[in-house]
């Protein structure tokens, strides 16, 4: 059954989804695709059967799948580019691929520290570069980028990943700044617990959210040409008293 969703002011291009099997990005896509073209990037993209099923149902005019690698970041230039060149303006970019990691084993093993900094961080800055470049060539276009609350007040428990989307948060808040006036707008969106198959087997911290919820208020704030969205919205006040919380209590908080 095709899902109906009001588009908007989204921008009338392509839908790109950096990440072709995330749940978020999906959630999305379908929310976004009735007449459009998408775009899935993904590892094994020959293998999309079931992501390609939900878009269509969702009335998506034509759905391409592209091989992507976010960690192979010297790629990232010549695919975005062939993307443009074979599949039209891209409208909304979606940055969906990431790793939550093994906080035990980074703790231990610095090669496994280092590689969830550099997909959670290191490969983001990459795609959004040379996407920023693109966007501001066509004079258009509309990037979601996701952060979490756990880079808002890094947590002990988590460090290793608060730490990457720390750093992804001061990026793509600048680089939003340094859209302005292109024509291209940068959504951030800060989530608090995604109950997902990332999280899949933890108990959900407080104020948790589904990938649903998320693509709504996603979809609401690039409607309404937003800087950044807190999901659930209450993330927002409570964040604002962890962050006044002294060291001392905070080195305590278990999540």
């Not at 084993?105 to 550099?118: C, G, K, M, Q, T």
């Amino acid at each position: 059954m095709q899902r109906e969703f009001n588009t908007g002011a989204t921008d009338a291009g392509a839908v790109l989804v950096l990440g072709g099997r995330s749940e978020i990005g999906l959630e999305v896509a379908q929310r976004l695709a009735p007449g459009r073209v998408v775009i899935l990037a993904a590892r094994r993209s020959g293998d999309l059967a079931n992501e390609i099923a939900l878009v269509r149902a969702a009335g998506a005019s034509a759905i391409h799948c592209v091989e992507f690698d976010a960690d192979d970041t010297a790629s990232h230039p010549g695919l975005l580019g062939t993307i443009t060149a074979e599949h039209g303006r891209i409208g909304v970019a979606v940055l969906a691929f990431g790793v939550l990691g093994n906080q035990a084993l980074a703790e231990r093993d610095p090669a496994h520290a280092l590689a969830v900094v550099h997909t959670d961080f290191v490969a983001q800055i990459s795609v959004l570069t040379v996407l920023a470049n693109l966007l501001r060539a066509q004079g258009s276009g509309q990037i979601v980028v996701f952060s979490s609350v756990a880079g808002i007040r890094v947590r002990k428990a988590n460090y290793v990943y608060g730490s990457a989307k720390a750093g992804l948060d001061g990026f793509a808040s600048g680089l939003g700044d340094a859209l302005h006036g292109s024509g291209v707008h940068l959504l951030l969106v800060r989530s608090g617990f995604v109950i997902g198959r990332m999280t899949e087997g933890m108990s959900p911290a407080p104020l948790p959210s589904t990938p649903g919820q998320i693509a709504d208020a996603v979809v609401k704030g690039l409607r309404n040409n937003r800087i950044r969205v807190w999901v659930p919205a209450l993330t927002r006040p409570a964040y604002i008293v962890a962050r006044m919380l002294p060291q001392a209590i905070w080195r305590r908080m278990p999540r």
